[in-house]
């Protein structure tokens, strides 16, 4: 077997400290390979001033992860508008200049970091025997300009990590370019093909889709892989796991309320409005708490006491969760079969899932893995969840293995890609 690489750099926009979208999965991903003894080098952008330090600091404290942080180009005014007469002016100021600049999306907050960001790579590069360099997107620039670098330095093994779909992307602006400027984001993403010599992402479903967009090119070279979310096993080891029976079942959602789940918790709200009217002591038996930063959406549920709103509470949602009856998945249409991080950092809790959204691969896994149930009528599946409870017939299979769903596994999965 080959040895592993002596070096690695990775490109993540919001690395920790930076609190951020995509932060998480190569924080835990360094970690692993510091712990395997690889040097990893980091750059990453500056953090918004004022931003809260991420849950995940602790995870890049290693001798092995060196940070190099490098300013943000894009405008804040766009990215962090504030409602203010001034700022306001200088929205207005500062997309007027990116439509000069950029035939793209004006919406990627990579867009500027160019000339920095192969600057700290030459830097990097030129210092210490580096020969993989990993890029994850979104922001989509980031992979862009590092297939730029990559070009420059063909000894480079280059490997672009899409945790989401950059062409078909529901954000970034995407949905609403000019045929114009998605052939510019056309352009881009086949030029990061064209140099790339791994291609991998979190889904079957996306990875499927990549190797589809990229069918009209010649890339004799490149390869396209599944590279799974996982878990943490330090994240849970200090939860004190409940079981006791309860009264009061208690089901607990942390993270994002997706786009396209308005129906759904539309259909949840009304089921608990006739529930309260028509069902009183099975309406106090039910104790949801969702963990959200999505305060419209939540708003829904404004008028429910059963219901508890509060702020994402990173990493302490392990302790919540572990307290919890069930472990609440939700899903949208667009992402029915995918297997988010919060999926698997849940399995250790050894919990069962209930699982509200449409039917997929998702809710496909649960079920025939015996892992919790999808919830298809409130009316119906709710009394009945409720009645499995308390007679002790919950088909949920505790001992399910999830020893291919650790950081350990992952990083050795990584590891195999780029050997």
Known sequence: MNSNPEAIIIVNFDFPPNQGIGGRRWAKLAKGLAMRGVKVFVIK?????????????????????????????????????????????????????????????????AIGWSELLQSKLNEIVSTHKTNVLIATGAPFNALYYCALFAKKNPNLKFVADYRDPWLTAKNYGMPFLSDQAKAEENRKQDFVFGEADIVISPYRELTDKLVEESSHLTLPNISFQVLPHFYDEDDTKNAQVMSVKDQVLSFVYGGALYTGTKELIADWVSYLDSCRENQPELYSRVHFKIFTDNLIESEAFANHSCVTISPTIGSGIFAEMA?????????????????????????????????????????????????????????????????QYDSDHLDFNGQFDISNYTLVAATERLLKMIR
């Open 45 to 109: 952008a500056d953090p918004i001033k004022g931003n809260k330090t991420s849950s995940w600091q602790k995870d890049v404290s290693s001798s092995n992860i060196e940070i190099h942080s490098i300013p943000r180009m894009y405008p804040q005014s766009i990215s962090h508008p504030k409602r203010t007469v001034l700022n306001k002016i200088r929205y207005v100021s500062a997309m007027r200049n990116l439509r000069k600049k950029e035939k793209g999306t004006l919406y990627d907050v």
């Open 323 to 387: 307290k919890a009856t069930f472990c609440l998945v939700i899903s949208a249409d667009y992402n029915k079969n995918q297997f988010t991080t919060k999926f698997f950092e849940y399995l250790p809790l050894r919990k069962p899932f209930l699982y509200l959204g449409p039917e997929g691969e998702l809710s496909q896994f649960i079920e025939s893995n015996k892992l919790g149930l999808r919830i298809s009528d409130f009316h119906k599946d709710i009394p009945k969840l409720i009645e």
